[in-house]
């Protein structure tokens, strides 16, 4: 009987016509090709059995089976008013990734911001959540339906600092870090008074972000009171800018920390307001930045959204494969971006 001929990357790049240069670029997700051609390679080296030995090590810690018996359907569930958002667009396309890599496929299931309880199984009957294999639940769902969405009897997986005592495996950046490190390198560069501009209330990692803040502060000698900064939000935009320059006038800080990426923009227009200049008379750290051609620059710790993506869709995996083992809280640790938006201060400022 003739023996199987073995798969390597030289089979791959001559199939497609590509060098096997490009071929282990496009397998270990390295830059430098259109995403057609990537997709076309891994399409191939699925569909020949083809894994990298990161892969194969991967699947083997994970407890994840090699071959999949069939494609499955996953969804992303998430608030249709923050679906286009930076961030949950980098989640979406990480899962995507991955997942594809197993030969699976994931989808979209916006949440109405309108939904109540009341109609939340009208819902999930009109997006067919109990005819999928399984739910990434995104945060900025309120905390209602997020239980209901758990209650489901599907593996789920929250893309989100879990409730107490929940029974369910969750993957997610870590923010409570990124804050720490934010007032780390603000400290190091003589700040000490420092204006914490975000919601501390809407989620649990709002809350969480403005924990760290006060607990980093504490542990350099000051006390973070609630009074001092901005984390009750307004009803409008306008409110919002308004209340922030009141603040800046009365607490005079050498340093602003913007904890949710939307505010970002409206930050830049109050120092402007005001006569404020980033860095010159003002420093800023950006907690949820999402680093763009509009506002280049930004000093902020890196939070890593694609990464949980990827994490996310492996866990998911593993759960299906182990249903009976413990839940488990992952966090991803990233680096942090010095960025252009912070000037060191002398001494005696």
């Not at 080296?45 to 090699?66: H, M, V």
């Not at 999402?290 to 959204?305: A, N, W």
């Amino acid at each position: 009987m003739p023996r199987k001929k073995k798969v390597t990357l030289k089979v791959i790049a001559q199939k497609l016509g590509l060098s096997v240069y490009t071929v282990s670029k496009a397998l270990r997700g390295l830059p430098g090709m259109s995403e057609e051609t990537r997709k076309e390679v891994i399409q191939l080296a699925r569909r020949l059995g083809y894994l990298t030995k990161d892969q194969e090590n991967s699947l083997i810690f994970e407890g994840i089976p090699r071959l999949a018996v069939k494609q499955r359907r996953f969804l992303l569930v998430t608030s249709s008013d923050v679906s286009l958002s930076p961030s949950i667009q980098q989640l979406f396309q990480g899962l995507k990734e991955r997942l594809f890599e197993h030969g699976h496929k994931i989808e979209l299931a916006l949440m109405p911001e309108s939904l109540t309880a009341q109609h939340f199984q009208s819902w999930v009957e009109q997006e067919g959540l109990l005819f999928s294999d399984g739910l990434f639940i995104t945060a900025l769902i309120p905390e209602p339906l997020e239980s209901m969405l758990l209650e489901l009897k599907l593996p789920r997986i929250l893309l989100n600092f879990p409730p107490v005592g929940s029974k369910v495996d969750s993957v997610i950046w870590d923010v409570y870090d990124a804050t720490r490190q934010s007032v780390q390198y603000l400290a190091a560069n003589g700040h000490s008074r420092i204006l914490y501009c975000g919601d501390a209330n809407k989620t649990r990692g709002y809350k969480l972000r403005w924990h760290a803040f006060v607990e980093a502060m504490k542990e350099r000698g000051v006390q973070a009171r609630e009074e001092d900064h901005l984390i009750h939000m307004p009803m409008s935009q306008e409110q919002w800018v308004d209340a922030l320059k009141r603040q800046m006038e009365r607490m005079k800080p050498t340093a602003l920390m913007c904890a949710t990426e939307s505010n970002l923009p409206w930050i830049f227009y109050a120092c402007s307001e005001i006569g404020w200049q980033i860095p010159h008379d003002i420093s800023l750290v950006a907690l949820d930045h999402i680093r763009s051609r509009f506002i280049p620059g930004v000093t902020h710790p890196v939070l890593l959204m694609k990464e949980t993506g990827y994490r996310a869709a492996d866990r998911m995996l593993w759960r299906m494969a182990n249903p009976h083992l413990p839940y488990e809280h992952i966090r991803l640790q990233g680096p942090f971006f010095e960025g252009d938006t912070v000037k060191k201060l002398q001494p005696d400022r």
